[in-house]
């Protein structure tokens, strides 16, 4: 089955703990993303990347840090300078240089400060 | 800035009306519009993807329709079911470069009630 594949499903961090949460596609997607999901506010996307080895910020990236050495994974580290970690967060991918494309999304991990 | 805007934030009905689910858009350079069911706790299923150059999109019981000069696209549910319970994102994709910008909703929290 093509798709993405988000682990864990729930993470628990200490203050000031760096973690990592795991993103995977089979999709031969080049695009992949990281958004996180706060209640009553909507996505916001935290970093992207057209290409392995290329990421770009986004609209949040403060406290995170991202890393691309495979076409197939995209995993985000929340850094112990994120003040405020706790939240849901999504992985997403697209085809490269597809405007009119669709967006799949993982299942999410919800990340919970301790 | 592209900001984009849900209205009602919730909505409950009775099983087996037909309802419609409202977003608007204050940017009209759009590419795509996409919608996505979302399940709690749960990701994101997109559902439907209207491009810039459609009116409409169509599968099974649910129709979107997109009026890019008005800012506005609208997702109809016919015959509502308990199952359709959940809350519904739309998304506006704005094209920077080589890579999908999806801008967010807050979401419309849908309750069917049998």
């Known amino acids: 089955d093509g798709g993405i594949t988000q682990s864990p499903k729930y993470l628990f961090r200490k203050e000031g703990q760096n973690v990592t949460l795991s993103c995977e596609q089979n999709?031969?997607?080049?695009?992949m993303y990281w958004y996180r999901q706060d209640p009553g506010q909507g996505l916001r996307l935290i970093y992207y990347?057209?290409?392995?080895?290329?990421?770009q910020k986004g609209d949040i990236a403060e406290g995170y840090s991202v890393s691309r050495e495979k076409k197939e994974s995209f995993p985000l580290t929340v850094t112990s300078a994120q003040k405020n970690p706790t939240a849901f967060y999504l992985c997403?991918?697209?085809?490269?240089?597809?405007?009119?494309?669709?967006?799949?999304f993982g299942q999410g991990t919800r990340l919970t400060v301790v | 800035k592209q900001e984009v805007t849900q209205i009602p934030a919730a909505l409950s009905v009775p099983e087996g009306e037909n309802l419609v689910l409202n977003c608007s858009f204050t940017?009209?350079?759009?590419?795509?519009l996409q919608w996505f069911r979302q399940d709690p706790g749960k990701g994101l299923t997109s559902l439907l993807l209207?491009?810039?150059?459609?009116r409409e999109q169509t599968s099974g019981r649910l129709n979107a329709s997109l009026d890019k000069s008005s800012g506005r696209s609208t997702l109809y549910i016919a015959a509502s079911q308990p199952g359709d319970s959940a809350t519904y994102l739309c998304?506006?994709?704005?094209?920077?470069?080589?890579?999908?910008?999806?801008?967010f909703g807050t979401g419309t929290l849908l309750a069917v009630q049998p």
């Open positions: 997403a991918s697209s085809p490269k240089g597809q405007a009119r494309a669709e967006a799949f």
């Open positions: 999709l031969n997607h080049d695009a």
């Open positions: 990347s057209q290409i392995v080895n290329d990421f």
């Open positions: 940017d009209s350079a759009i590419y795509n």
């Open positions: 209207i491009q810039s150059s459609q």
């Open positions: 998304a506006a994709n704005l094209y920077g470069g080589a890579t999908n910008k999806l801008i």
